[in-house]
């Protein structure tokens, strides 16, 4: 009777296991080469006329869903969650979904510039590309 007390305590007194999942479903955002963008205000641009709102902020592409928000360091890379603590405050103001699908048109300042990441810029003036 001892032995059979002694090994229920030793059962009851095991640590137990737990297991926790979390899922977090990534944008599957990606481009095949870098991908125009829109100057909206100084140092943030907005990818031209996409589904999805993707910012160009500091190196960086930014995207906000369903409340979180992801970065991403390259056209065609992984997007990670990150906190909004880290995400460029001019960003985070604006409200969701504003620039989906942006044309530069709609600032009505007649002049887009659309400036992938790399060398060069295009500005677009009157519906004629000009290559700085």
């Not at 056209?75 to 985070?92: A, D, K, L, Q």
Request: no cysteine; proline share 10%; aromatic share 10%.
């Amino acid at each position: 009777m001892k032995s059979l007390a002694l090994a229920l305590t030793l059962l009851l007194a095991a640590p137990g296991f737990a297991q926790v999942q979390i899922n977090i479903d990534l944008p599957r955002i990606v481009f095949p080469a870098p991908p125009p963008l829109i100057v909206i205000e100084p140092g943030v641009q907005v990818v031209e006329d996409n589904d999805d709102e993707v910012f160009f902020v500091d190196n960086w592409y930014w995207h906000r869903r369903g409340g979180r928000w992801y970065r991403n360091q390259t056209h065609n890379g992984t997007w990670v969650v990150v906190e909004e603590r880290v995400v460029p405050p001019t960003i985070v103001r604006f409200q969701p979904g504003h620039y989906r699908k942006w044309r530069g048109h709609q600032k009505g300042n007649g002049t887009v510039v659309i400036n992938p990441p790399g060398p060069g810029k295009i500005k677009v003036k009157g519906g004629k590309k000009h290559k700085d």
